[in-house]
C-alpha cells in the first residue's frame, strides 16, 4: 500500500510540475521542436497547457473552470486528431521583446500554418500565444481564452 501510494505521489507531482511550466528549454527553437517531435512520429505529446507561459496558463485555467470541454480542438495541430508530414520551422525574430517563430506543416494533408509567440521566463521559454493568421477563420489561443472568460 505504501509503494502504492509513492508511486501516485511521485505521478502527481510530475503531472503539476509539468503543469507550472516544468520544462526547460535554452532556446525558443528548441521548445518549439520539443513540441511537435513526438507528434511527427504519430505519438502523442504533452498537455498543450503545459508548454504555456504563466500568464497563459492562468488564463487558460480560468477558462477551463467555465468549460472543461476546453477549446474543442488543440492549437498545436490545428485541428481535433493529428497526422503530421511536411513540418517546417521558420527563423525566430523577435518582435515587441517576445520571439516569434512561424511553423508550417499539413494535418491529414491540410497545409496549416501558425505563428508561435514565446516568452523567457525564469524556468526558460515558454509559448505566450500561437496564432493562424491566415486561412478562411483566423484565430489566437491568447484571444480565444480572453473573449471566452469575458462573456
Do not use: C, H
Not at 510530475?14 to 518549439?32: N, Q, R
Not at 476546453?70 to 481535433?80: K, N, W
Amino acid at each position: 500500500m505504501t509503494a502504492a501510494l509513492s508511486r501516485i505521489g511521485a505521478a502527481l507531482t510530475l503531472f503539476f510540475a509539468g503543469m507550472t511550466g516544468a520544462w526547460a528549454y535554452d532556446t525558443p527553437e528548441e521548445l518549439v521542436q520539443a513540441i511537435y517531435k513526438p507528434l511527427l512520429k504519430g505519438e502523442m505529446g504533452a498537455e498543450d497547457i503545459t508548454w504555456f507561459s504563466a500568464e497563459t496558463r492562468a488564463a487558460w485555467e480560468a477558462y477551463l473552470e467555465e468549460d472543461p470541454y476546453g477549446l474543442g480542438f488543440s492549437p498545436i495541430v490545428d485541428g481535433q486528431d493529428f497526422d503530421l508530414t511536411a513540418f517546417e520551422m521558420g527563423v525566430a525574430q523577435t518582435v515587441d521583446g517576445r520571439v516569434e517563430i512561424a511553423v508550417r506543416f499539413e494535418n491529414f494533408g491540410e497545409p496549416r500554418e501558425l505563428v508561435y509567440v514565446l516568452v523567457d521566463e525564469p524556468d526558460g521559454w515558454a509559448v505566450d500565444d500561437i496564432r493562424s493568421p491566415g486561412g478562411e477563420y483566423p484565430w489566437s489561443v491568447r484571444e480565444m481564452l480572453a473573449q471566452e472568460t469575458a462573456e
